[in-house]
């Protein structure tokens, strides 16, 4: 009967050793980095997804594809955010161009054609003057544009972005910061819907974390 005894105490134990095994699904270190030190969110009510990026970058632009479907679906409790790469001053009119759009409220109109006129068209766009021609070829007013990309507002947010991104310890992009707390990148993740599927994992984690 003891055999009995050690094969039901065995079937007991499997549930949990299924359970830990999906949540080993994605390993940190392998398949993603835990940062350091938490980074505060936008929305501490949500999970924040945020996605580091430059327009300057094609695999950032090629990740576009795959990432606005997904975050077209993204539940209710995850708040999505996009932070532009700043390493060097050559990088900041593509992140003042980013806020400005987001101050005027056109980001939907020209966050694509900005991309696309870097990567399709192989236009040189980087000074303020390359940046207005989009923004006024997609309706924005070109006054409005000017003052935007050289208002306070935009200036802060670029400070706020650079200070971000150092406690992200970004690597390259794109990159995407879940919660504050942990960073993929493409390398470890395996590709873009890599980033998506181990993203959707920590997700879960999160929401697991604040519903104890």
């Known amino acids: 009967m003891l055999w009995i005894k050690r094969i039901v105490f065995a079937l007991t134990l499997l549930p949990l050793a299924m359970c830990q095994a999906a949540e080993e699904k994605f390993i940190a270190g392998e398949h993603y980095d835990v940062l350091p030190q938490q980074v505060r969110t936008a929305n501490a009510d949500k999970i924040e997804v945020n996605e580091v990026f430059a327009y300057s970058c094609g695999h950032c632009f090629n990740f576009q594809a795959e990432l606005?479907?997904?975050?077209?679906?993204?539940?209710a409790d995850v708040d999505f955010q996009s932070t532009p790469a700043i390493w060097q001053a050559k990088m900041e009119p593509y992140a003042r161009a980013y806020y400005a759009a987001k101050i005027l409220k056109t980001l939907d109109k020209v966050h694509m054609p900005i991309f696309e006129a870097i990567h399709l068209q192989k236009k040189p766009v980087r000074s303020e003057a390359d940046f207005a021609e989009i923004f006024i070829a997609n309706g924005v007013d070109k006054e409005k544009f000017a003052s935007a990309f050289n208002s306070f507002g935009t200036t802060s947010m670029l400070t706020q972005a650079k200070s971000r991104v150092r406690a992200y310890k970004v690597r390259g992009t794109p990159?995407?910061?879940?919660?504050?707390?942990?960073?993929?990148?493409?390398?470890?993740?395996?590709?873009?819907?890599?980033?998506?599927?181990v993203a959707e994992f920590l997700i879960d984690k999160e929401r697991g974390l604040t519903a104890k």
């Open 175 to 197: 990159e995407i910061i879940v919660n504050g707390k942990y960073r993929i990148s493409s390398t470890k993740a395996g590709g873009f819907s890599g980033m998506l599927k």
């Open 68 to 75: 606005h479907p997904w975050v077209n679906q993204l539940p």
